[in-house]
T-cell receptor, first 114, second 110 residues
């Protein structure tokens, strides 16, 4: 398996623009997680899905952020409108079962909002 | 919720020496403690994990110890090599969430 795939790897945009990050989890994994990593706050869980259904979105910073998982092989994280403080590395991870199972991380999307 | 503290934030060792990273957690109900290694430009990768019914686990040069009474766990790397240089994260699962420590940047000098 190719592992968790994320696109784009790098994104530079201007404040106010819409940003869409994409993730393809490992085939057969039923949990998908979106994390944000910054120097100030470290790794933060934003939202996670189980069988394509959002389970906990308490980590989503505000209404400008939204995430969807239309099918088992694809998820998006959207920021609209984007702000400079959204600049971070966004990771997607997947696992086969939640209870103690290994989370496999993608390579991340480095987002810079000017 | 769970709170995970990790120390030190940076650690520099000479090649061949041992490195120890320590974490404490707050939720006594936490029962799963993974360690991740993150290399530059990559996502975190699991290197070892331990469950609350085990006090110690070893995998070649890497070992993890868990003290549930004191609510702390540690990562031990022996015979460090330059390729061990990376950022290491501990994590603890309390409830349905995996909470990460702040990370330790390990530098192994040749």
């Amino acid at each position: 398996d190719a592992g968790v795939i994320q696109s784009p790897r790098h994104e530079v945009t201007e404040m106010g623009q819409e940003v869409t990050l994409r993730c393809k989890p490992i085939s057969g994994h039923d949990y998908l997680f979106w994390y944000r990593q910054t120097m100030m706050r470290g790794l933060e869980l934003l939202i996670y899905f189980n069988n394509n259904v959002p389970i906990d979105d308490s980590g989503m910073p505000e209404d400008r952020f939204s995430a969807k998982m239309p099918n088992a092989s694809f998820s998006t994280l959207k920021i609209q409108p984007s702000e400079p403080r959204d600049s971070a590395v966004y990771f997607c991870a997947s696992s086969a079962g939640w209870l103690g199972e290994t989370q496999y991380f993608g390579p991340g999307t480095r987002l810079l909002v000017l | 919720g769970e709170n995970v503290e990790q120390h030190p934030s940076t650690l520099s060792v000479q090649e061949g020496d041992s490195a120890v990273i320590k974490c404490t957690y707050s939720d006594s109900a936490s029962n799963y403690f993974p360690w991740y290694k993150q290399e530059l430009g990559k996502g975190p990768q699991l290197i070892i994990d331990i469950r609350s019914n085990v006090g110690e686990k070893k995998d070649q040069r890497i070992a993890v110890t868990l003290n549930k009474t004191a609510k702390h766990f540690s990562l031990h790397i022996t015979e460090t090599q330059p390729e061990d240089s990376a950022v290491y994260f501990c994590a603890a699962r309390g409830g349905n969430m995996l909470t990460f420590g702040g990370g330790t940047r390990l530098m192994v000098k040749p």
